[in-house]
């Protein structure tokens, strides 16, 4: 059974950083593509970036704008997503994924292609 377990998100101010851990289990961990979407109250997930089993990474879209860093421990099966200078507009319930492929192949719509997710983590940016 394929699981995935969001952590680290929380309330913080602008300007200010957090790093999100996904830990999963039930994958062939170092030969899956991971990748962190986001979505804010009434809108779509939107994918941010993905990692490839080589640590390749796509960023799937430019809303981040250069602020966010993905990683990835095969060792301990864990994807994480740095976040820093974080602003309002960040605030959103953050998912990661699991593309059963090696390689990232998606986009910011990519949502539908991605078998397995987590349960998400809420960040919230305050002013």
């Known amino acids: 059974q394929v699981q995935l377990m969001e952590s680290g998100g929380g309330l913080v101010q602008a300007g200010e950083s957090l790093k999100l851990s996904c830990t999963t289990s039930g994958l062939t961990f170092a030969h899956t593509a991971m990748a962190w979407f986001r979505q804010a109250p009434g809108k779509g997930r939107e994918g941010l970036q993905c990692?490839?089993?080589?640590?390749?990474?796509?960023h799937y879209s430019h809303s981040d704008q250069g602020r966010f860093t993905i990683s990835r421990d095969n060792a301990k099966n864990t994807v994480y997503l740095q976040m820093d200078n974080l602003a309002p507009g960040d605030s959103a319930m953050y998912y990661c994924a699991a593309d059963p492929a090696p390689y990232c192949s998606g986009s910011a719509d990519s949502a539908p292609t991605y078998n397995y997710w987590g349960q998400g983590t809420q960040v919230t940016v305050s002013s």
């Open positions: 990692i490839s089993w080589n640590d390749g990474v796509d």
